[in-house]
Structure formats: C-alpha cells, structure tokens
C-alpha cells in the first residue's frame, strides 16, 4: 500500500466516497464499507454481505451495485476497514469495471486515509 495521495490532498470527491464508505460499514455494523464513484459522478454505497449463501466483500458488492446500475467504467473506490491492504481480489473487481489504473483509497475505521493502491 503506498501513501501515494496525502489526505489533504483528496478531492473533495474523493473525501465524499470515503465518508459514504464509513457510515455505510457504522450504520449496518458490519466490518467493511466501500463506495466506488463511475465515469458520470454517480456513487455506489455498500457494506459487507455475509449471507450463509453469499458472501462478498463491501468493495465487490458497491462494483456490483455500479454494474448493476449500468455503470460502464469506475474513477474511483474506497474502502473503509481495519485490515491493512485492499485483498487482490478486491483490487480485481474494481481492475474489471475500471481498468488498472483506477485508484483505490484504503481508510481506517475513524475515516482517516492509509494510502492509495492502483487497481492493477
């Protein structure tokens, strides 16, 4: 994970996806939040799934959620979590719908920002 983006620097765009990853992980009490913003703005909001028939992560559900919607390619993700990395796979749900350079934003629990990933 490298500290590519310090978080001052964070569009204001970027600082959104983040908070909606956050309340979206405290409001359903679950262990992650992501949300993943497409190529016209339009945001994704989604927790983790853990269904005894279906379990996804919250970045994997909110892609879902954008492909879903018709999305065709994503400008960005967050992920809000306590582990440490963002999980290769992940990286891979959001490599598919938004190509290898798409940048993923890792947050802590509290909000704060722990680096940035490529997709790819």
């Not at 979206?24 to 497409?38: C, L």
């Not at 945001?43 to 992560?57: F, N, P, R």
Request: glycine letters at 10%; zero cysteines; aromatic letters at 0%.
């Amino acid at each position: 994970m490298s500290d590519d983006l310090p978080a001052e620097a964070l569009s204001a765009e970027d600082r959104k996806i983040i908070t909606l990853a956050r309340s979206a992980r405290a409001r359903n009490g679950v262990p992650e939040g992501a949300a993943v913003r497409d190529e016209t703005g339009r945001t994704y909001v989604a927790g983790t799934v853990a269904l005894e028939s279906l379990k996804l992560s919250a970045l994997q559900t909110a892609v879902a959620m954008a492909v879903a919607s018709g999305a065709k390619s994503l400008e960005a993700a967050a992920v809000v979590t306590a582990a440490d990395v963002v999980s290769e796979t992940d990286r891979a749900a959001v490599r598919d719908l938004g190509g290898a350079d798409t940048p993923v934003l890792l947050a802590g629990p509290d909000g704060a920002l722990r680096g940035t990933v490529a997709a790819g």
